[in-house]
């Protein structure tokens, strides 16, 4: 049982927020379970900052107010998993044990994108918890995909409008990479997409493309969907649309990975960074 009010307090004019008043090693009352859907649905991500690490039995229970929790969608995985780890866990992590990495994504900065965008039926959220930290970088910068539609410029608007884009695991790579508009190999995942997508929950419209993924849209040739997209990147990516996460140690981490792009801020690779993650199961774009 709760022992005081929960409160949501935005963190940016964009998206986000922090909860407070919650003691996550203690079972919650349903209340509680409607407030944090709520928040979730209004601000997009919801950081709640911890003293100490919380459990992966704890971590779960937390994303299973928000869905059930999927399994770990990157086709190939040169990793292992530190000894007793659920089978659906990630860990993005430069961390290592018996000398190899433990986990994905370990090092440098990455662009904007969107998880599991290059499956037909991405993730609903990813929940991240960070149990060791860089003392500078790796922050997590999440972008508002709502504000963005509602900010497009009318020529752009139209320009989209019906359009379907492709997304691709081996686009972009795991860090910051040159497009290659020309490449459409099949030998990676890839999956398409409406551009513009009704949020299921609010009925906003979101654009539902990111820079590190997204290679082209149907039906334009290269050089004119190549304009289009880095216009759309470029206007997804201001500062106006966008939350910078400048980690704690022990934060737990929620964010809406149908309504928001999210990238990596650079750190020093000497340096621990250490996250837990979970993804919640989604369902197909419209």
Request: charged letters at 25%.
């Amino acid at each position: 049982m709760m022992t005081r009010e929960l409160e949501a307090v935005p963190l940016s004019p964009a998206l986000g927020a922090a909860i407070y008043g919650l003691d996550l090693t203690r079972p919650l009352e349903e209340e509680d379970r409607v407030f944090l859907r709520k928040a979730w649905a209004e601000h997009l991500v919801l950081v709640i900052h911890n003293d100490a690490p919380l459990p992966a039995e704890v971590h779960m229970d937390f994303c299973r107010i928000f869905g059930e929790i999927g399994a770990r969608a990157r086709p190939t995985q040169a990793r292992h998993e530190p000894e007793g780890a659920p089978q659906n866990v990630m860990y993005v992590s430069n961390k290592r044990e018996n000398g190899r990495i433990i986990g994905s994504i370990p090092d440098g900065e990455m662009e904007f994108h969107i998880d599991q965008s290059y499956m037909e039926v991405p993730a609903k959220a990813g929940c991240l918890h960070g149990l060791e930290l860089p003392a500078e970088g790796g922050d997590t910068i999440f972008g508002n995909l709502c504000l963005a539609y509602e900010a497009l410029p009318d020529d752009l608007r139209r320009a989209i409008e019906g359009r379907r884009a492709v997304t691709s695991y081996g686009h972009g790579g795991y860090g910051i990479q040159t497009r290659n508009a020309n490449d459409h190999s099949t030998a990676t995942r890839r999956a398409s997409h409406p551009i513009v997508c009704t949020h299921p929950d609010n009925g906003r419209r979101l654009l539902y493309v990111n820079r590190l993924m997204t290679e082209r849209i149907e039906g334009l040739p290269d050089d004119e969907s190549e304009d289009l997209l880095f216009r759309l990147f470029a206007h997804q990516e201001q500062a106006e649309f966008l939350y910078v996460h400048k980690w704690r140690r022990y934060d737990l981490l929620l964010w809406d990975n149908r309504a928001c792009i999210h990238a990596r801020t650079d750190f020093d690779p000497a340096q621990t960074r250490h996250l837990r993650r979970f993804s919640i199961r989604g369902h197909a774009l419209t």
